[in-house]
């Protein structure tokens, strides 16, 4: 499963600081693949085969807060947590992200 988020974060704090709280909204693409096992049996045997379905689902919004912490001016590690409504199945997700940046 592939979910590509498009988010508008606001940074709370001034730039200088080396930690810095954000809360952002957005789009997320959600992309899945749908594996499917069959099993054809041939003279008493069986032989399986495998099916693979791609498919993009729908879009949703997406609502996320986090922070950053600056290693250093070019480096910076990101964790959030972000919030999904999924207005296909009625239901909501929540993830956790953490990673490692680098800032052109």
């Not at 594996?35 to 008493?44: A, H």
């Not at 949703?60 to 990101?78: A, E, N, R």
């Not at 993830?95 to 800032?103: C, H, K």
Request: net charge positive; charged share 20%; glycine share 8%.
């Amino acid at each position: 499963n592939v979910s590509i988020p498009v988010t508008i974060e606001y940074y709370c704090l001034p730039g200088n600081k080396k930690l810095k709280p954000f809360a952002g909204s957005g789009i997320v693409d959600n992309i899945y693949q749908e594996k499917q096992n069959l099993r054809i049996l041939t003279d008493g045997s069986a032989k399986e085969v495998n099916t693979v379905k791609t498919r993009t689902t729908y879009a949703s919004m997406i609502i996320t807060q986090g922070f950053t912490y600056d290693l250093s001016p070019k480096i910076q590690v990101k964790e959030c947590i972000h919030v999904v409504p999924h207005a296909c199945c009625k239901a909501t997700g929540i993830g956790f992200e953490a990673g490692i940046g680098f800032r052109l």
